[in-house]
Structures are given as structure tokens and as C-alpha cells.
């Protein structure tokens, strides 16, 4: 079974400053994905950026990009400019992909991040 | 294009009584999920449907039933619930292969 680490509970960070998220995981399979997930204070969970196991290239969404260190099982989040608006709880999340349809996600435990203006 | 709808978005019930949440897809995914989130846990797979027809146990299913009522639709039925299942709840939906889950927007769920 996979699991996934989030050792940071809480962070806070001030606004136009980049912030970190770390995240490390546990698998025995070579082919995966990873994830970091968003959720606001709505709730609502919102996909920030995915990365293929497969891939050696960083993914990277305008101010997100992620540090995928295959070897060391590590997947690190960084948030350049931080803005108010990325006040939220991050999730790092693990699959194994499947061509059956179950594609389960394993979550970590989450990091609060709190954004100061 | 709705998404994942879910319904309720709250609810109360009391030790004992029973509910269905409701969750619907409209983008044709085969595949639909029943995640728990609790604090300081992040979210767990409580049941999933890799397909119409088809059901699984996730890591907590125990209190719990699913019922995957055609390819849109999949509900997740507590028949007597209890003040452990206090929790938010999001459904969610994936195509095969396509590696990414969208989510609904959640229930909160509290057993008094």
C-alpha cells in the first residue's frame, strides 16, 4: 500500500514571497502519479498541478511548480508571488494509474497555508 | 456542464437515523469515488465504481453502502449512522486512463 507525508501541518507566508510545501511518499511501483490538490475555504477541492512518474521534467502551472525527486520519493510544491488568494489547505495526493477505472487517490494529511498581507 | 453535483451540501442526523447522499456526473466518466475527510486525516476512500454495474470497498467502508444507479449516478447510503461518521463527504469522477479525479463540492455531514 502507498502512503503519503505531509510533516508540515501549517505555514504562513507573506504576500509576493514564495512558499514551499513539502511532501514525501511511499510506493513500491515505478509507474505513478502525483498530485498536489487546493481547497480553499469553499470546500471545494481544486486540482493545481499533476506529475507523471515516467516524466523527468518538473511540471510547472504559471506560478506553481513542483521539485520531483523520484529517488528520494519526494514532491515538493512551490507557490512563487504568493497571493491572498492562495490562502488554503494543500493536498499531496498518490495513484497508480489503471486502464480498469480504479484509479484510487491516497492523500496526505494536508498543509495549511495562510497567505499575510 | 454542472460537473460532480452533490446533495445535500448539509445535513444533521441524529445516532441512529438513516440518509443517502446523492452524487451525479455529467462528463460520461466510467469511474466514481466516495471519499471522507476528517481533520488531520486529509481524505479516504470509502467506496468506488470503476464502472456501471460495479462496486469496491475503499480503506474505510465499514457503515457504509453505495449504490451505483446507472453510469451518472452513485449514491453512498449510511442505514444507521453514528457520531464517528461525522465527517465532510466528496463524490468524485474520472475517465479511464485520463489520470485526474474532478471533485464535488462536498457534504457536511454531522451525527449528533
Known amino acids: 500500500a502507498q502512503t503519503v507525508t505531509q510533516s508540515q501541518p501549517e505555514m504562513s507566508v507573506q504576500e509576493a514571497e514564495t512558499v514551499t510545501l513539502s511532501c514525501t511518499y511511499d510506493?513500491?511501483?515505478?509507474?505513478?502519479?502525483l498530485f498536489w490538490y487546493k481547497q480553499p475555504p469553499s470546500r471545494q477541492m481544486i486540482l493545481v498541478i499533476r506529475?507523471?512518474?515516467?516524466?523527468?521534467q518538473n511540471a510547472t502551472e504559471n506560478r506553481f511548480s513542483v521539485n520531483f525527486q523520484k529517488a528520494a520519493k519526494s514532491f515538493s510544491l512551490k507557490i512563487s508571488d504568493s497571493q491572498l488568494g492562495d490562502t488554503a489547505m494543500y493536498f499531496c495526493?498518490?495513484?497508480?494509474?489503471?486502464?480498469?477505472?480504479?484509479?484510487?487517490?491516497?492523500f496526505g494529511t494536508g498543509t495549511r497555508l495562510t497567505i499575510i498581507p | 456542464n454542472a460537473g460532480v453535483t452533490q446533495t445535500p451540501k448539509f445535513q444533521v442526523l441524529k445516532t441512529g437515523q438513516s440518509m443517502t447522499l446523492q452524487c451525479a456526473q455529467d462528463?460520461?466518466?466510467?469511474?466514481m469515488y466516495w471519499y471522507r475527510q476528517d481533520p488531520g486525516m486529509g481524505l479516504r476512500l470509502i467506496y468506488y465504481?470503476?464502472?456501471?454495474?460495479?462496486?469496491d470497498k475503499g480503506e474505510v467502508p465499514n457503515g457504509y453502502n453505495v449504490s451505483r444507479l446507472n453510469k451518472r449516478e452513485f449514491s453512498l447510503r449510511l442505514e444507521s449512522a453514528a457520531p464517528s461518521q461525522t465527517s465532510v463527504y466528496f463524490c468524485?469522477?474520472?475517465?479511464?486512463?485520463?489520470?485526474?479525479?474532478?471533485f464535488g463540492p462536498g457534504t457536511r455531514l454531522t451525527v449528533l
Open positions: 495526493a498518490f495513484m497508480k494509474p489503471s486502464n480498469f477505472g480504479n484509479e484510487k487517490l491516497t
Open positions: 506529475q507523471e512518474a515516467y516524466k523527468q
Open positions: 462528463m460520461n466518466h466510467n469511474s
Open positions: 468524485a469522477s474520472s475517465g479511464y486512463g485520463y489520470n485526474e479525479q474532478f
Open positions: 465504481s470503476a464502472s456501471e454495474g460495479t462496486t
Open positions: 510506493t513500491s511501483e515505478n509507474n505513478y502519479y
